[in-house]
């Protein structure tokens, strides 16, 4: 299905992104495996996982090789493009994937934790898709035509629930949203199809705390968090057969696919003169006081 494609995915020395380069790399995609190799909270740095998955594709059969820079770094994203580009020949396929966790209530957060988590998942997300669009772009302009290309975000139901424990986070997972769908809208002419995934996985991001415990491996029976029920999804959205899916946002886990809607207004108010405190009270008054705090807000509180 993916014969002659090459991918890049980020964050693909553990979890996730481990499995999706597989999966792409098992439907014939060459495959460049970015890691930077840190721990589940983003410190240190560690170059094995991804030269073991790039290890474990070569055993399959396929063709791979590793880049530990950081996505979220403008030059070494540029990198992570080029090398793609100068190894394999080309780029077809991208999944950002690449992010970590430093989970704390907004009153107990610090900067850093703020900075960190904004800066791998929403910038690390930025970076790399600003220079393979930029690629793409030239590709199609040179070819007079659109091109084969296929760019898959990564984001959580975080950014519809606003995980309370989780701001950072949430903040981030709707910004790869937002900018995920502009991507699609201004590459479209191009070829380029753009589409975020929401995964319900088990990973390092999963391993602790109340998460550990929702996401841990039952002793028997069918596994709903296994990462590996997440990459079908990855490599047909990567796939020919996707040309017509873009601007699209998933939530994949277990046997469960469900596509996200566009988001709606609910109701309408109309006054006849311009607005005062007193006149939105008069409107607004009543209708509040039907429904309950934050439950019946733009959120969905998470169970």
């Known amino acids: 299905m993916l014969q002659g494609k090459v991918a890049i995915v980020t964050g693909a020395?553990?979890?996730?992104?481990?499995v999706e380069a597989?999966?792409?790399?098992r439907l014939g995609a060459r495959v460049v495996v970015n890691d930077l190799g840190t721990r589940a909270d983003g410190s240190g740095k560690d170059e094995g996982p991804a030269e073991a998955v790039v290890e474990e594709i070569k055993k399959l059969g396929g063709e791979a090789l590793a880049h530990f820079g950081d996505v979220a770094d403008?030059?070494?994203a540029q990198a992570l493009i080029r090398k793609a580009i100068d190894e394999f020949g080309e780029l077809d396929i991208l999944v950002n994937n690449a992010g970590f966790l430093r989970d704390r209530m907004l009153f107990n957060m610090s900067e850093e934790d703020f900075d960190s988590v904004i800066r791998v998942h929403l910038k690390g997300h930025f970076c790399t898709m600003r220079f393979a669009t930029a690629y793409w772009r030239e590709q199609?302009?040179?070819k007079g035509g659109p091109i084969y290309a296929r760019l898959i975000s990564t984001a959580s139901e975080a950014f519809l629930f606003g995980s309370a424990g989780q701001p950072n986070y949430a903040a981030a997972k709707a910004g790869i949203v937002a900018m995920t769908m502009a991507a699609a809208q201004a590459c479209l002419?191009?070829?380029?199809t753009a589409n975020v995934i929401c995964p319900r996985a088990r990973t390092r991001m999963t391993d602790s705390g109340a998460l550990g415990a929702i996401f841990a491996q039952p002793e028997s029976g069918f596994d709903n968090f296994a990462p590996e029920h997440v990459t079908p999804l990855v490599g047909y959205l990567a796939s020919p057969e996707?040309?017509?899916?873009?601007g699209q946002v998933f939530i994949i886990w277990g046997k469960q696919l469900t596509v996200v809607g566009r988001p709606s207004t609910d109701t309408r108010f109309e006054n006849g003169d311009a607005w005062t405190v007193e006149s939105l009270h008069k409107q607004l008054g009543?209708?509040?006081?039907?429904?309950?705090?934050v439950k019946d807000g733009f959120s969905v509180p998470a169970a």
């Open 74 to 76: 403008w030059n070494d």
């Open 286 to 293: 009543p209708h509040f006081e039907k429904l309950e705090p």
């Open 22 to 25: 597989l999966e792409l790399a």
């Open 242 to 246: 996707a040309e017509r899916i873009s």
């Open 13 to 18: 020395g553990r979890g996730l992104g481990r």
């Open 189 to 192: 002419r191009y070829g380029v």
């Open 140 to 142: 199609s302009k040179a």
